[in-house]
């Protein structure tokens, strides 16, 4: 369902340093599963996704770990820049066209 | 560059003139989405298009309305916006094959005056 909250958790870290963004997911039938960067006034960006299938995908920079057992869900930036400053949404699938977000995080990354 | 294109980036209306916000697509996607996006929360699925058929979510009021006249543009019709209507709104496509993430255009931010 629709996540809602007026304050995003958020996470502040110095420019060089990794940053693990943290996500929770509701639904144990979601097999398909997303991150999303949102700078500013634009719209949502694909980061990277992983199948249930997998525990660990790794991307340019970025790494996704999925725990079913926990259904967690966390992104791993490396050598974060202050480019990469944005909120962060996950977004799970259980079915096709039902894609759900969870409710964001602000990341701030410090020069 | 194939991509999602959304006009106006930003619009003004009055209390209760209605008002369409456009989407047209590069991608040749068969589905086409609409959001609603309020401030630090995440988007809301309004309804989408799987080519012509239109899938409405349960709770989308009904002063949200949609038309997909042809594969590339998606219209987003509200008849009569309330203060509650101003957001960011955001279309997205995907192609509707296997499981794949949505492409997001840059969002048309909307207020009510």
């Known amino acids: 369902g629709e996540s809602v909250g007026l304050h995003l958790p958020t996470l502040s870290v110095q420019e060089g340093d990794n940053s693990i963004i943290n996500c929770a997911y509701s639904n144990s039938a979601s097999d398909y599963f997303i991150w999303y960067k949102q700078e500013s006034g634009k719209g949502p960006q694909f980061i990277i996704d992983?199948?249930?299938?997998?525990d660990k995908r790794q991307g340019q920079r970025v790494t996704v770990l999925l725990n079913k057992t926990v259904k967690h869900l966390s992104l791993q930036i490396a050598a974060t820049q202050p480019g990469d400053s944005a909120v962060y949404f996950c977004?799970?699938?259980?079915?096709?066209?039902?894609?759900?977000f969870g409710q964001g995080t602000i990341l701030t990354v410090h020069p | 560059d194939a991509m999602v294109i959304q006009n106006p980036r930003y619009q003004v209306t009055q209390f209760g003139k209605p008002v369409t916000l456009s989407c047209s697509q590069t991608?040749?996607?068969?589905?086409m989405y609409w959001y609603q996006q309020k401030s630090s929360q995440a988007p809301k699925l309004l309804f989408h298009y799987y080519d012509k058929d239109f899938n409405n979510e349960a709770d989308t009021p009904d002063n949200f309305q949609s038309r997909r006249p042809n594969t590339s543009f998606c219209f987003l019709d509200i008849r009569s916006p309330g203060l509650g209507d101003a957001a960011m709104y955001l279309c997205?496509?995907?192609?509707?094959?296997?499981?794949?993430?949505?492409?997001f255009g840059p969002g048309t931010r909307l207020t009510v005056t």
């Open positions: 997205a496509t995907s192609t509707g094959q296997g499981r794949n993430s949505r492409n």
């Open positions: 991608l040749n996607h068969n589905v």
């Open positions: 992983i199948r249930s299938n997998m």
């Open positions: 977004a799970e699938d259980p079915s096709y066209g039902k894609l759900t």
